[in-house]
């Protein structure tokens, strides 16, 4: 008799979404069997919000509500403030999140609301507060730079009080970011918080993909998967531990230039690292420009971790780009395309790990 299958026995795939048009709509193709398995941790960017006047708060309100509703129905998914909390409590006393979670029941949206220890005590007044008026559940997310901190127990112990909840109710999320050799084992971690602490749910998120990729020449590489490969390695040690990462993208999130100089490059998750197809500038004087996107989509169809047009709808477009004499796509839906195929290879690779 085989191993109960990862998702059978109550593991989730934590991927993080930055809620920008490619992340959201590579999330939005994901098939509803897979979304089960699934609780993306979205992130709102601080641009969506920098210039908003109060006038408009409900606009957007209403307009991002609707995206997560069209993208991930009526699944859980985190819901993370973080970018953007202290900008708007100090420019709208945090209306945005008032209201965002107040028309939650009415769309039949289940967000659990992302906690953390940074915040300060006034905002995490706010957050009781709703906690306490709707019943949301929450989560904790701990960044690699509180793990060591002398006084993390006494300021999870806080937060919960201030919240109104108890650890038993609470979900803790490690956020390693990015992936270092030889950082805290996820015990250690758990012991320096408190060793008789009991969650609900237990995830460790961890980032390997880089900043950007000019560490790369032109050409075909393969990326180490580190943080996938930590996460086995501590899954052994830890009971019912959730796999996060940040897709392929950096864990540091930074706003892009204006007029990023980006390269015609693709990002393809295999099991145990990433091919990177690494391109020119697309604004290289006298370069291939866009070109260079199906002629990288063509060589990776040609590659053995390629895994065939019906696997995603990101394998799908790569395969259709492939050919393509007169489409060449750009950073945006390559980006999609990418992520689209890492989320649904990691829930076909997580649900592998069960097998008989």
Not at 280 to 289: I, W, Y
Request: aromatic share 10%; proline share 4%.
């Amino acid at each position: 008799m085989g191993k109960v299958n990862y998702f059978e026995n109550g593991g989730r795939y934590v991927p993080v979404i930055r809620w920008k048009r490619a992340e959201r709509l590579a999330l939005q193709a994901i098939p509803n069997d897979l979304k089960s398995s699934i609780h993306p941790l979205i992130e709102f960017i601080p641009e969506d919000f920098l210039k908003i006047e109060k006038g408009e708060i409900l606009k957007k309100v209403l307009e991002k509500r609707g995206e997560i509703s069209k993208s991930w129905g009526h699944n859980t998914f985190f819901l993370d403030f973080s970018h953007i909390t202290e900008l708007l409590f100090n420019k709208h006393s945090l209306q945005i999140e008032d209201i965002f979670i107040e028309g939650m029941a009415s769309t039949k949206l289940t967000p659990i609301l992302v906690i953390h220890p940074g915040y300060s005590s006034r905002t995490l007044s706010v957050y009781a507060q709703l906690v306490k008026e709707l019943r949301i559940p929450c989560a904790i997310r701990i960044p690699k730079s509180w793990f060591s901190i002398p006084t993390l127990k006494d300021t999870l112990e806080k937060i919960l009080a201030t919240l109104g909840i108890e650890s038993e109710k609470t979900r803790l999320i490690l956020d390693y970011q990015i992936w270092e050799a030889n950082q805290l084992s996820v015990e250690i971690v758990l012991n320096n918080i408190s060793q008789n602490s009991k969650w609900l749910d237990l995830t460790a998120l961890c980032g390997a993909f880089p900043k950007d990729l000019t560490q790369f020449s032109v050409g075909q590489h393969e990326l180490n998967r580190s943080d996938f490969h930590f996460w086995r390695d501590q899954n052994r040690d830890v009971k019912k531990l959730n796999f996060g990462d940040y897709t392929t993208q950096h864990a540091v999130y930074n706003p892009p230039p204006a007029r990023a100089n980006f390269s015609a490059s693709i990002r393809y998750a295999s099991h145990n690292y990433w091919v990177i197809m690494r391109g020119e500038s697309v604004f290289k004087d006298d370069g291939p420009g866009f070109d260079q996107w199906p002629a990288n989509a063509q060589l990776l169809c040609e590659r053995n971790e390629y895994c065939g047009s019906v696997f995603s709808a990101g394998d799908k477009y790569i395969g259709e780009m492939s050919t393509s004499m007169d489409k060449t796509g750009n950073a945006g839906t390559w980006l999609q395309a990418g992520i689209n195929h890492h989320i649904t290879f990691v829930v076909q690779q997580l649900a592998s790990l069960g097998a008989p």
